[in-house]
């Protein structure tokens, strides 16, 4: 009887411990972007949301909504035209869309199109 019931008792222990850790991963799965999305929907968008909504959306590689968000950064005129990390990841977004950067106003407005990506370049990935 006694081992039957340490059993038991070890069973309802881990058990136990088993749902105690899935409670702990209720934000484990918040998206961000979606998140951000909204802030910017409410009339809240900020260079910071705008650099990390397409930030964001580059290294998911869904270049079309990174697109999308590095234009309205260059557009409002909150990035730095200092700020070559963004210019350069624009231009791959472009580069990956089989976009010409030459046909950017993006890059035209901020004097970047002379800086298109060589066929070779792997970028900051």
Known sequence: MKP???????????GNAISAQQVTDVNKHIDKLKVYEKVVEDGFGTA??????????YFESDYK??????????????ASKSDQQLTR?????????KVSSKESPVL??????????K??????N
């Open 65 to 78: 909504k990174a697109k999308k968000w590095f234009e309205l950064l260059f557009e409002a005129n909150q």
């Open 48 to 57: 910071a949301v705008y650099t990390e909504l397409a930030n964001g959306y």
């Open 108 to 117: 035209k407005a901020i004097g970047q199109q002379s800086a298109s990506l």
């Open 4 to 14: 039957t019931f340490y059993s038991l008792i070890l069973f309802l222990l881990i």
């Open 89 to 97: 990841r624009y231009q791959q977004t472009l580069k990956a869309l």
């Open 119 to 124: 066929p070779n370049d792997k970028g900051d």
